[in-house]
């Protein structure tokens, strides 16, 4: 099946400064990837919506400002937490849809998620 | 916006012994996909099931069904023969095929923690 990787899989940075996480698929092309935010044993709550060459879609109460998404290729999207803050640790997953992979599951891979611990 | 409820925080099976996890959702758009996630202690979310809202049948793999009831908006997940490495967060989602803020969006439920038993 589809690969979908995400680096770093583990981050931990001083209050203050900006973590970079980056989203790849690494066999077929991503028009759209999404990012998801999860608390310890809480569900995957939807941040944004990342499409490439274009703005990403933010969800209801998501600070834009605050976490930058990059999607400048059709394999790469990237999350940056700017001025990280102890409540910003987080497990930060994201997904690739492959429009070309058979539904359902072709629809949506999920990378193995980042976890970021602000101190 | 749709809403997913998955209304058992955790529950708990013997091995070899089935297993009915609930989820129920609310949504009035005719297109839909209703998806069933494991997630381990790892975190990586695996795809286990999945049902259209067009389907005629309850779908199935391996010893994962899917327990679709239209009428109710409830599609339960039951797993069969349970074993020690089925324990997991467990996450039902469902996806909006036409129109609408949602549409294309997955949409979780809260999850169950399913632990398995020797």
């Known amino acids: 099946g589809a690969v979908v990787s995400q680096h770093p899989s583990r981050v931990i940075c001083k209050s203050g400064t900006s973590v970079k996480i980056e989203c790849r698929s690494l066999?077929?092309?991503?028009?759209?990837m999404f990012w998801y935010r999860q608390f310890p044993k809480k569900s995957l709550m939807l941040m944004a919506t990342?499409?490439?060459?274009?703005?990403?879609?933010?969800e209801q109460g998501v600070e834009k400002d605050k976490f930058l998404i990059n999607h400048a290729s059709l394999t790469l999207s990237t999350l940056t937490v700017t001025s990280a803050h102890p409540e910003d640790s987080s497990f930060y997953i994201c997904s690739a849809r492959d429009l070309l992979g058979r539904p359902p599951a072709g629809e949506q891979f999920f990378g193995p998620g980042t976890r970021l611990t602000v101190l | 916006a749709q809403k997913i409820t998955q209304t058992q925080p955790g529950m708990f099976v013997q091995e070899k012994e089935a297993v009915t996890l609930d989820c129920t959702y609310d949504t009035s758009d005719p297109s839909y996909g209703l998806f069933w996630y494991k997630q381990p202690s790892s975190g990586e979310m695996i795809f286990l099931i999945y049902?259209?809202?067009?389907?005629?049948q309850n779908a199935t793999e391996g010893r994962y069904s899917l327990n679709f009831q239209k009428a109710r908006k409830s599609a339960n997940l039951v797993i069969s023969a349970s074993q020690l490495g089925d324990s997991a967060m467990y996450f039902c989602a469902q996806k909006i095929y036409a129109g609408g803020t949602s549409y294309g969006k997955l949409t979780f439920g809260q999850g169950t923690i399913l632990t398995v038993h020797p």
């Open positions: 066999d077929f092309q991503a028009t759209t």
């Open positions: 990342s499409n490439e060459g274009s703005k990403a879609t933010y």
């Open positions: 049902q259209g809202s067009y389907d005629q």
